[in-house]
């Protein structure tokens, strides 16, 4: 007899004696959607078995012995049936989880990234019931969301308040489609290293709590530079300064860099990746005393990295940042074997997959890439920006193509692993085929090709005409997202016209969109929201660009500041507390960048 998922939901659901907390709460899952699906809900067991991480329901007036439990090499989880009962085996406690989630997903679940309440769970005659043999072999080891500490406002109760119920449903979905982890990047003027109220909801899923970022300035407390300004870096001007990073010559600086990095990783729950970045700036802030002088920024950064990674020891990488000014790959440091590398090519074009041979953009890129994946002997993860609200400001920029595309030639490269960065609710609602694409992408990048479809079932009455709305934007908005900050068109006169002329052409399809999305037999107004914000945007810069003097640029500038008005009519549901609160700090940051770029004009 074959395995029957309704049968075996009225049967018995064997759990390992003493099973860590991830997999009680698989179990638990398992059960809960079983019941949803069928009614009745297998009665829990526990047994004592084999060890590892595993499930096995069977039914009730047969039990089984647990057996054919063996996760084969490569592979993270396999569902088997075994005559008429069911095992799901995990390599670990998360990828016992992410099998589960596998399994129902094959009988007919689907997932969403804001909540339970929008998922879909099928009815007994309409669920898929034999129960048929899965394995996942990912394409990336390590497959994680990151978010900006600061996004959270933790230090203003009522907004941390207003956020995390958010938060709470995306960690879920995150374990539903196969995620591994949530990097919390620490910068400058932050006071903690993790937001405590989501670790109990990612350590009972197995996640992964990932910690660092932009933290050098933590580790080297700027109090101490009036004692000991030679540990701080040399200026160009010949003058010491607290205000970069580390004299990464300086051993006594390394020490007290070292010893703050032990006890941060400590405060990280169960955390054994440390991100150790430089200060978030173009220009970097490195050191050009005589002996650092003849390191390049990113050699600075790795021999940091290595010293770190010498302290905090076996079982723990530590992730050296090619970025900005580190961009470039080391030249005359070696990096030690717990060193890992973290790509992230934030200002390259997006119109085109990383690999697009015709991007002049993207060359450089793939360039830098090659030489990490060659000197960390392919210990390189992907930092990328599907999601960052920044980077687009705020537009909608839908990139499934490019996403999916990026992940396969990431793959075929030799990545190991995968991150991308949200801005919470906001980029669920500017972003979700991205956020959505990513993570299908980062398991099997062709999956992430369904990625629009998936999106555009959330609506659902509307799903045909907002996926044709999606396909359509995808298109416009490619011409848009060919150089780095949307907010900060490029300076040099001939990329400045070809961007103006690109704007405009997107300007003119307005009618078009606007024209799908009024085709949905529902109406979408947080869509509509988003989208007169996008050209609001496109408009003023448009209008910037073309700017003869000073008053019509300070007219544009006031049509860009006031474009924000489009994002707070969508509300906290649509826009989330980063659309409400930070999208507004952000324009006043470009605002002032355009600004004093035309008073050089």
């Known amino acids: 007899m074959s395995a029957d998922l309704a049968r075996l939901a009225a049967g018995v659901l064997l759990v390992p004696e003493g099973a860590p907390e991830p997999v009680a709460f698989a179990a638990e899952e398992l059960g809960a959607y079983l019941g949803r699906m069928f009614g009745p809900s297998p009665v829990q067991r526990s047994v004592a078995g084999p060890g590892g991480a595993w499930l096995c329901l069977a039914p009730a007036d047969a039990p089984v012995?647990?057996?054919?439990?063996?996760?084969?090499?490569?592979?993270?989880?396999?569902?088997?049936?075994?005559?008429?009962?069911a095992v799901v085996s995990g390599a670990s406690p998360r990828a016992l989880l992410a099998g589960v989630y596998g399994l129902l997903e094959a009988a007919g679940c689907r997932w969403a990234p804001r909540g339970t309440h929008e998922e879909h769970v099928p009815r007994p005659d309409t669920a898929r019931r034999p129960v048929a043999a899965l394995e996942l072999r990912p394409a990336f080891a390590r497959r994680a969301f990151a978010a900006d500490l600061a996004t959270w406002h933790y230090g203003v109760p009522e907004r941390l308040a207003a956020r995390l119920p958010s938060d709470v449903a995306f960690v879920d979905w995150m374990a539903k489609r196969g995620a591994t982890g949530l990097l919390f990047i620490r910068h400058a003027n932050d006071t903690q290293w993790v937001i405590p109220e989501l670790v109990p909801e990612l350590r009972r899923r197995g996640l992964d709590v990932e910690g660092g970022g932009h933290v050098l300035v933590e580790l080297l407390p700027r109090s101490l530079f009036a004692a000991h300004p030679e540990r701080f870096p040399l200026a160009p001007d010949g003058r010491r300064s607290d205000l970069g990073n580390v004299c990464?010559?300086?051993?006594?600086?390394?020490?007290?860099?070292?010893?703050?990095?032990?006890?941060?990783?400590?405060?990280?729950?169960?955390?054994?990746?440390?991100?150790l970045w430089g200060l978030d700036l173009p220009g970097g802030g490195w050191c050009a005393c005589p002996s650092c002088a003849r390191l390049s920024p990113a050699d600075q950064a790795l021999s940091v990295c290595n010293a770190v990674a010498e302290t905090l020891g076996a079982g723990t990488r530590v992730l050296h940042l090619a970025y900005h000014d580190t961009l470039e790959s080391p030249r005359a440091v070696r990096p030690h074997p717990r060193v890992w590398a973290e790509f992230a090519p934030?200002?390259?074009?997006?119109?085109?997959?990383?690999?697009?041979?015709?991007?002049?953009?993207?060359?450089?890129?793939?360039?830098?890439l090659d030489a990490h994946l060659t000197l960390?002997?392919?210990?390189?993860?992907?930092?990328?920006?599907?999601?960052?609200?920044?980077?687009?400001?705020?537009?909608?920029?839908?990139?499934?193509?490019?996403?999916?595309?990026?992940?396969?030639?990431?793959?075929?490269?030799?990545?190991?692993?995968?991150?991308c960065l949200v801005f919470g609710q906001y980029s669920l609602w500017a972003y979700g085929v991205n956020v959505e694409a990513f993570a299908r992408g980062a398991v099997s990048p062709a999956a992430a090709a369904s990625a629009r479809g998936t999106h555009a079932a959330g609506f659902g009455r509307a799903a045909e005409p907002v996926a044709r709305y999606l396909a359509a934007l995808e298109r416009v908005m490619a011409g848009v997202v060919t150089y780095g900050d949307v907010l900060l068109p490029p300076a040099e006169a001939e990329r400045a016209a070809a961007v103006r002329a690109a704007l405009a052409a997107a300007r003119r399809q307005a009618p078009e969109l606007r024209r799908l999305l009024a085709a949905a037999p529902v109406r979408l107004a947080a869509e509509e929201h988003l989208l007169d914000y996008t050209f609001a945007?496109?408009?003023?810069?448009?209008?910037?660009?073309?700017?003869?003097?000073?008053?019509?640029?300070?007219?544009?500038?006031?049509?860009?500041?006031g474009a924000v008005r489009h994002v707070r009519a969508a509300g906290l549901v649509g826009a989330g507390t980063w659309g409400l609160h930070d999208l507004e700090i952000t324009h006043h940051f470009f605002a002032g960048a355009l600004r004093a770029r035309g008073a050089g004009q």
Do not use: K, M
């Not at 200002?347 to 060359?363: I, Q």
């Not at 609200?389 to 190991?416: N, S």
């Not at 448009?542 to 006031?558: I, N």
């Open 65 to 85: 012995a647990v057996r054919a439990l063996a996760v084969p090499a490569g592979a993270e989880w396999v569902v088997r049936p075994a005559d008429d009962a």
């Open 248 to 275: 990464a010559a300086s051993a006594a600086a390394l020490a007290v860099v070292r010893e703050r990095a032990a006890a941060a990783l400590a405060a990280l729950p169960g955390a054994t990746d440390f991100h």
């Open 346 to 368: 934030r200002e390259r074009c997006y119109a085109h997959p990383l690999d697009d041979p015709a991007c002049a953009t993207n060359a450089p890129y793939r360039r830098a």
């Open 376 to 419: 960390f002997a392919g210990r390189v993860h992907v930092f990328e920006y599907y999601g960052d609200a920044i980077l687009f400001g705020g537009c909608t920029v839908p990139l499934a193509e490019v996403v999916q595309r990026d992940l396969d030639y990431y793959a075929r490269a030799g990545v190991r692993g995968v991150s």
């Open 537 to 561: 945007v496109l408009g003023a810069l448009e209008r910037w660009l073309a700017a003869a003097d000073a008053e019509a640029r300070e007219a544009a500038l006031a049509a860009l500041a």
